[in-house]
């Protein structure tokens, strides 16, 4: 079955630097790839998502970029803030045994001001 | 205009005393989920129902149950609660068809404690 990694577990930068968090995945099926954000206590927020057919996407601050060759995906906080602290997940789709997403570890971000 | 919610948002129960979470949604989305998430962890997917066909996950165990009677509403059945399922559980669904798979809506969660 699907299986993704994400790195690196903890990140800490300072406000006003870049933040990159990586993830592989192993299924060449999956075609759909969202990173959530998640503050304490809340639930999973959707910050961008990308399709198979697509390299980079961007919104804003934020941008995704995938290599479907290499199985990888990658997220790019530029310019952070204290409010981009928080847990990110990636995931990946799964469309063998029902329609899921599989998550990464997440990774804990901390944006020092 | 909330779209995914859950009741209730927090839940205490005895040891082996069964429980019932429930979600519902305005969405009409096709998919409902039911993960459970422990403190720093990703959360973990227990079963979903993609319109009436129900999925379970290969490691969920069979204290877990999940009914949906119709496309807004999804419950989830813990028979005997044990003090390892104390966790956060999150509904979420998604409008997924075919080979196309967009968004999941997640819930606010429901906090269970087991005393």
């Known amino acids: 079955g699907e299986n993704v990694e994400q790195h690196p577990s903890t990140l800490s930068v300072q406000e006003g630097d870049s933040a990159v968090i990586k993830c592989t995945y192993s299924?060449?099926?999956?075609?759909?790839f969202p990173w959530y954000k998640q503050e304490l206590g809340k639930r999973p927020q959707l910050i961008i998502d990308?399709?198979?057919?697509?390299g980079e996407k961007k919104d804003q601050r934020i941008a995704v970029t995938l290599n479907k060759t290499a199985k990888h995906f990658s997220l790019h906080i530029t310019e952070t803030q204290p409010e981009d602290s928080a847990v990110y997940f990636c995931?990946?789709?799964?469309?063998?045994?029902?329609?899921?997403?599989?998550f990464g570890a997440g990774t804990i971000l901390r944006v020092k001001s | 205009d909330a779209m995914v919610i859950q009741n209730p948002r927090y839940q205490v129960t005895q040891f082996g005393k069964p429980v019932t979470l429930s979600c519902s949604q305005t969405?009409?989305?096709?998919?409902m989920y039911w993960y459970q998430q422990k403190s720093s962890q990703a959360p973990k997917l227990l079963f979903h129902?993609?319109?009436?066909?129900?999925?379970n996950e290969a490691d969920t165990p069979d204290n877990f149950q999940s009914r949906r009677p119709n496309t807004s509403f999804c419950f989830l059945d813990i028979r005997s609660p044990g003090l390892g399922d104390a966790a956060m559980y999150l509904c979420?669904?998604?409008?997924?068809?075919?080979?196309?798979?967009?968004?999941?809506?997640f819930g606010p969660g429901t906090r269970l404690t087991v005393l």
């Open positions: 995931a990946a789709s799964v469309l063998r045994g029902g329609n899921k997403l599989v």
């Open positions: 990308i399709r198979s057919n697509v």
């Open positions: 969405l009409n989305h096709n998919v």
């Open positions: 129902y993609y319109d009436k066909d129900f999925n």
């Open positions: 979420a669904t998604s409008q997924t068809s075919g080979s196309s798979y967009n968004e999941q809506f």
């Open positions: 299924d060449s099926a999956s075609n759909y």
